[in-house]
């Protein structure tokens, strides 16, 4: 009886251990089902405050981008007398933008930016208007030597952006409605860009949200003969705030154009006539390769 009675102790020890294994399995569930479920609690009110957040903060964000332009006019303050990684180097390559850079670049006359907006408040932001901030010119200092990039090829774009202008000769510059540069007659002996009315007549809405809506703009700046530095504000609503808020541009918070000068020191030009030919870059002596600009404007 002793021994009958001993094994069915040791039969009974596996029927217990299988019990506690399951208890402990399902005590780590019961653990587990409660982490996950405070981890997404955790996790939504992360959104919550990071919504929260946003809602406090600036009612758009800006991102600075490449625009849909060509510039073919730039300019060094000083003269040039050894084109080193310059002579042979592909224009929108490293080692071009490397000598652009040492040497302080502008680009003359006129430039572009892109900025593509995107709301950061739920429901519906309007974009108002545009204008530039801490703007200082004065006569060009570009006149050391002038440089003609090499021919690029152009990708096409699918969405146009909205393009502005402001004529920073003015007063007080305004955004403007960009028409574009018009093909010169040989004859006028000037490239003639046509710019209109007011490019905020009508508010541009953009809806918030998690998939909120984004504007691009391309900007454009005419300087006339003097250099200009300068940053870009846009006025946005937002429910009932109205505000001025600074956007990035892709020299930065500011952007500088140098103006026309009537004669440089130095002039470097590009051999090759198409994208596909061998680039090698000339230095001459003291000259002007561009066409004064012109502008042709419409009222206000």
């Known amino acids: 009886m002793a021994v009958i009675g001993g094994l069915s102790a040791l039969i009974g020890v596996p029927g217990a251990i299988l019990g506690v294994w399951y208890q402990d399995r399902s005590t780590k569930s019961g653990e587990d089902s409660v982490k996950i479920a405070r981890e997404a609690?955790?996790?939504?009110?992360?959104?919550?405050?990071e919504d929260?957040?946003?809602?406090?903060?600036?009612?758009?964000?800006?991102?600075?981008?490449?625009?849909?332009?060509?510039?073919?006019?730039?300019?060094?303050?000083?003269?040039?007398?050894?084109?080193?990684?310059?002579?042979?180097?592909?224009?929108?390559?490293?080692?071009?933008?490397?000598?652009?850079?040492?040497?302080?670049?502008?680009?003359?006359?006129?430039?572009?930016?892109?900025?593509?907006?995107?709301?950061?408040?739920?429901?519906?932001?309007?974009?108002?208007?545009?204008?530039?901030?801490?703007?200082?010119?004065?006569?060009?200092?570009?006149?050391?030597t002038a440089v003609v990039p090499p021919p690029i090829g152009d990708g096409g774009e699918e969405m146009p952006p909205t393009e502005i202008a402001f004529d920073l000769t003015e007063p007080v510059p305004r955004p403007r409605q960009h028409e574009g540069r018009v093909v010169s007659d040989p004859a006028a002996k000037a490239e003639v860009w046509r710019i209109k009315g007011n490019a905020f007549s009508k508010g541009i809405y953009l809806d918030g949200g998690k998939q909120a809506d984004a504007r691009s703009f391309d900007?454009?700046?005419?300087?006339?003969?003097?250099?200009?530095?300068?940053?870009?504000?846009?006025?946005?609503?937002?429910?009932?705030s109205d505000g001025w808020y600074p956007v990035k541009l892709s020299g930065g918070d500011k952007m500088?154009?140098?103006?026309?000068?009537?004669?440089?020191?130095?002039?470097?030009?590009?051999?090759?006539?198409?994208?596909?030919?061998?680039?090698?870059?000339?230095l001459r002596g003291p000259g002007n390769p561009f066409q004064p600009l012109k502008l042709e404007k419409g009222p206000f």
């Open 52 to 144: 929260k957040k946003k809602e406090a903060g600036p009612p758009i964000a800006s991102v600075a981008g490449a625009p849909g332009f060509y510039g073919s006019r730039f300019a060094f303050p000083d003269r040039t007398a050894d084109l080193g990684e310059g002579k042979s180097a592909l224009y929108g390559t490293e080692a071009y933008s490397t000598w652009f850079e040492k040497n302080r670049v502008a680009p003359v006359g006129v430039a572009a930016t892109r900025v593509t907006l995107s709301p950061l408040h739920e429901g519906t932001v309007v974009v108002q208007n545009m204008r530039l901030s801490g703007l200082k010119c004065q006569p060009t200092r570009y006149a050391g």
């Open 256 to 282: 500088r154009v140098a103006g026309q000068a009537k004669r440089y020191e130095s002039v470097v030009l590009p051999t090759n006539a198409a994208p596909e030919d061998p680039v090698q870059n000339k």
């Open 219 to 240: 900007l454009y700046f005419f300087t006339g003969n003097k250099d200009c530095e300068f940053g870009v504000e846009v006025n946005v609503t937002s429910g009932t």
């Open 41 to 49: 609690e955790d996790r939504e009110k992360g959104e919550v405050e």
